[in-house]
């Protein structure tokens, strides 16, 4: 192999314009090829899916969980209602004039022409709103005596200043039976705590109003939602300064969560990744006494990430970009192999000896480390198994680029005299000779032995977000309102045909009816109470017709006729009530109820090709949860979706997949390491420092307590890549001799000054996620060093040196 690199190192040598061409050729290429991928910003594409849970994961991805802001409007100290209501309508109108590209629906307004196309529509379709009850109050209402009153009171309203609705609905309905259908749509979701004023869903004590909007791109489109969120909160500086004392307003919702986090991840990136690059700079140029070293040094990379985008444009239409920001991360694990390849020209080597001494250990490193990232395949997550495609390309790319491309383009300038510098005078100490070091590596051993089953892994994937200020006070603001905290279970009606999934939701709707009855549920928003069966409201039309036969419709139509004309009214004056009971009445369609604007239909119901979901939110208090849950365990076609207890499960067999993966990796590196060395002696000596690592590692992190979770389990990988690393380049350092295992050891203790610097100082970061990321992984590395400079030249006497000079010299 090292003949090979050599010779093609001479080839391109005598040819380096035309090496300069195809140099840019390539590159021209791959950054085209990468261009074309589109990117997937969902990050519940980490969670894994897989047979058994294929079904659920198609009813979420149906299903609507609309992710709305909710706008709480607040009555200050010398506030009014009417600066309440002009205050939110200031606010809708700029809204829809500024920001209507990111508005699907804002709900908490209501129309006036929209309240009388909602009594109309319940009006002309009365019986599918009627509950077995509401019969009994008809009937007390027919009486004579009943009938008399009636007329008397609405003889009153109608010569009162009341509203026009009022006057309207008596000529139409003298009996009020559309306003006792009306009333079951509260079972919708609409609380007790709000009334209607001026339009507006207003609390009863007039202190808040309350605004839903439902944003045109999804909580995952938070480029978009970025905009959207800027322009909110500069409306709601703009109208908090006019209302100064007055009325105030404060956002929540998921959304908001979301450009938070992404705004914070992007900042907290953008300040630590500066200052890394800056020293990571200095460090380089002071080391090599280079300034051209840093783009030396980061070519490979960007030549190994290129490459992997542009092969993943092939296999795949669209990537997820989560994964391919943790890729990101994980390149810095592709720097070791132009550190390596720097560190031995820097020591004046041949470039023969360089080929011999770093070609054979960069490709078992690059291998062994592609072998352990391409194990995320046997992970059911796409975004993951993208990611082990991702970084197993990289590293293997960038390892053979940098063999070929770093000997053409860098020269050392240093002499043997003047290239001595703390780091090399710290890699040429002897670790293992040190008894207060192989004393710590033996009592982080035993320490560890009672603490790493103290890792968990945390399942609240809401624990890694990142919240604001306003945004927690807006959230405790709404909890005292509306006990926006408390747990919501989705309740979720799912099939193949529409009949089916309407009559699931049915028995659905009338059990919701019971717990709630029992108080075994705090609340329930359901469409059930608009949109039913063919079945059932067939069911209901056939019982309306039972009731009104046509003796009761004329004995009806006499008593009102007969008592209206004593208050003056005409013999025609309800006709069109007359009519109504005349009328022959037929099931609506879903396309039918969604003319009424007033109720978000599309967000209880939901279609994807043939496959239709219809949800239910169900607000429960802890104690209630299981016994909900069982209320709904034997229906068909109906899931309980408990969004977090769904996350915390799937998470967790992300867990378990990771205990498979690392066993995977392990079994992958040792069969990798056999081929290469045929000798079982070196293999041990290479592995055990990584399972040391690992162990050590675990150990720590029981030790203060800390948590493994989505993302830094991930880093897990990226740890024990750079472990495998460690470990070929001081076998292969001590097999060539201690000048060699120094120059070795200085480019580990490079590359542990480069990952330090460029992800562990994310440990700055007030993410929590990113901050989780370094914890583990300044952990992590820093262990690898250690135990590697102190463990494996010890493992290498006992088992290389005192039993085989020839293994020693390099022969097996």
Not at 230 to 248: R, S
Not at 619 to 625: R, W
Request: charge should be negative; aromatic fraction near 10%.
């Amino acid at each position: 192999m090292a003949k090979f690199f050599y010779t093609l190192y001479q080839t391109l040598q005598r040819r380096k314009f035309v090496f300069s061409i195809i140099l840019v050729v390539v590159f021209g290429i791959l950054i085209w090829m990468a261009s074309t991928l589109k990117f997937d910003e969902d990050i519940s594409k980490l969670i894994p899916t897989n047979s058994e849970n294929e079904h659920l994961q198609k009813v979420l991805k149906t299903a609507e969980f609309a992710d709305k802001i909710i706008v709480n409007i607040e009555k200050a100290q010398n506030g009014s209602t009417d600066d309440l209501t002009d205050y939110a309508t200031r606010f809708l109108d700029s809204l829809s004039k500024n920001s209507n590209l990111y508005v699907k629906d804002i709900q908490g307004k209501i129309e006036d022409e929209t309240i009388f196309e909602t009594l109309d529509f319940v009006y002309y379709n009365v019986p599918l709103f009627l509950k077995e009850t509401d019969y009994q109050s008809i009937s007390d209402k027919l009486y004579p005596d009943s009938i008399a009153k009636i007329t008397e009171n609405n003889y009153k309203t109608l010569i009162s200043p009341s509203g026009i609705v009022a006057k309207k609905t008596i000529v139409k309905d003298p009996l009020g039976i559309s306003l006792m259908a009306i009333k079951h749509l509260q079972e919708l979701g609409i609380s007790d705590d709000f009334t209607l004023k001026d339009g507006f869903l207003i609390s009863k004590d007039e202190q808040h109003v309350l605004l839903f909007i439902t944003p045109a791109y999804s909580s995952n489109n938070t480029s978009q939602n970025a905009i959207f969120s800027e322009q909110l909160y500069q409306l709601q500086e703009n109208l908090n300064a006019v209302f100064t004392d007055k009325v105030k307003s404060s956002y929540f919702g998921g959304t908001l969560i979301a450009v938070a986090n992404a705004q914070q991840i992007k900042s907290d990136i953008q300040v630590t990744v500066t200052i890394a690059m800056v020293l990571l700079m200095v460090v380089f140029i002071v080391f090599y006494r280079k300034l051209t070293i840093p783009i030396i040094l980061f070519i490979p990379t960007l030549f190994g990430g290129l490459l992997a985008i542009a092969i993943l444009s092939i296999i795949r239409s669209e990537i997820s970009v989560i994964s391919l920001g943790i890729g990101a991360v994980l390149l810095g694990v592709t720097l070791d192999y132009s550190l390596h390849i720097l560190t031995h020209i820097r020591n004046n080597e041949t470039v023969e000896e360089l080929f011999d001494g770093v070609s054979k250990p960069i490709l078992m490193s690059s291998l062994t480390t592609a072998l352990a990232f391409l194990c995320l395949l046997f992970v059911d997550s796409q975004a993951l198994q993208d990611l082990g495609i991702f970084a197993a390309i990289s590293v293997v790319g960038a390892s053979i680029f940098a063999l070929i491309f770093i000997p053409q383009v860098y020269k050392s300038t240093t002499t043997p005299t003047s290239r001595t510098s703390h780091l090399d005078k710290l890699a040429s100490y002897e670790f293992h000779k040190n008894k207060i070091f192989i004393g710590t590596v033996a009592a982080l051993l035993i320490l560890s032995a009672f603490t790493y089953q103290r890792v968990v892994f945390n399942k609240d994937i809401s624990n890694l977000n990142f919240q604001p200020e306003r945004l927690k006070s807006a959230e405790a603001t709404l909890d005292k309102l509306i006990n926006i905290s408390s747990k919501s279970l989705y309740v979720i009606a799912f099939g193949n045909e529409e009949q089916m999934v309407l009559e699931t939701n049915d028995q659905i709707f009338n059990k919701l009816q019971e717990l709630e009855k029992d108080h075994d549920v705090l609340g329930y928003n359901s469409v059930g109470a608009l949109v039913t069966s063919d079945k059932k409201q067939q069911a209901d039309i056939e019982r309306w017709n039972s009731f009104w036969t046509p003796e009761i419709k004329a004995q009806t139509q006499s008593r009102l006729v007969e008592n209206g004309s004593e208050f003056g009214f005409k013999p025609t004056t309800f006709q069109e009530f007359y009519e109504l009971l005349d009328q022959e009445f037929q099931p609506l369609t879903i396309q039918d109820f969604k003319k009424i604007d007033v109720i978000p239909i599309d967000d209880f119901i939901a279609m994807d090709g043939d496959f239709m979901t219809i949800s239910s939110v169900v607000n429960v208090a802890e104690a209630k949860i299981q016994k909900v849950k069982n209320a709904f365990k034997n229906s068909d076609n109906t899931l309980i979706i408990d969004r977090q207890a769904i996350n915390e499960t799937l998470l967790g067999h992300l867990k378990n997949d990771f205990n498979t993966l690392l066993g995977y990796c392990l079994i992958a590196v040792v069969l990798l390491l056999l081929l290469f060395y045929r000798n079982l002696k070196l293999t041990l000596v290479t592995v055990i420092p990584i399972i040391i690592t690992w162990f050590v590692t675990i150990g720590i992190m029981g030790l203060f307590h800390l948590e493994f979770n989505i993302f830094n389990i991930i880093i897990s990988t990226f740890i024990f890549g750079l472990g495998v690393d460690y470990s070929i380049f001081m076998t292969n350092g001590m097999r060539s001799g201690v000048s060699s295992m120094t120059t070795h050891k200085t480019s580990i203790i490079l590359s542990v000054l480069t990952t330090i610097l460029g992800v562990g100082v994310l440990i700055f970061a007030k993410h929590p996620a990113l901050n989780s990321l370094a914890t583990i992984s300044i952990i992590g590395i820093l262990s690898a060093m250690f135990i590697t400079f102190t463990i494996q030249p010890i493992l290498y006497v006992l088992l290389i040196s005192r039993s085989s000079p020839a293994d020693a010299s390099g022969k097996s």
